[in-house]
Nanobody, 116 residues
Framework: QVQLVESGGGLVQAGGSLRLSCAAS????????MRWYRQAPGKPRELVAA???????NYADSVKGRFSISRGKGENTLYLQMNSLTPEDTAVYYC??????????WGQGTQVTVSS
């Protein structure tokens, strides 16, 4: 089992920045990939960014060049640095991990609201 707790969301003006954090605990040794998803009202949940255990990253086209995913030194913390935010980035952001042992694990989400 993997437990995930997100933090760092809030209200920011367009053009501003936020840094989301995800604290992970539990069966961390088997995690293959860590991801950030988001879900805006009335829309399906979408993948924002991902990072593998080897450090390979990928991003949704809508956030490339603005968002950066990273892992803490102990690899128990996942970050999402979000710059040049727009109102279209408003959503609940979720931390997700996948491992062969634990399957998919999700955090409770953190709200990001960008005002115009």
């Amino acid at each position: 089992q993997v437990q995930l707790v997100e933090s760092g969301g809030g209200l920011v003006q367009a053009g501003g920045s936020l840094r989301l954090s995800c604290a992970a605990s539990g069966s961390m040794f088997s995690i293959n990939i860590m991801r950030w998803y988001r879900q805006a009202p009335g829309k399906p949940r979408e993948l924002v960014a991902a990072i593998t255990s080897g450090g390979t990253t990928n991003y949704a086209d809508s956030v490339k060049g603005r968002f950066s995913i990273s892992r803490g030194k102990g690899e128990n913390t996942l970050y999402l640095q979000m710059n040049s935010l727009t109102p279209e980035d408003t959503a609940v952001y979720y931390c997700n991990t996948y491992s062969a042992l634990s399957g998919n694990s999700w955090g409770q989400g953190t709200q990001v609201t960008v005002s115009s």
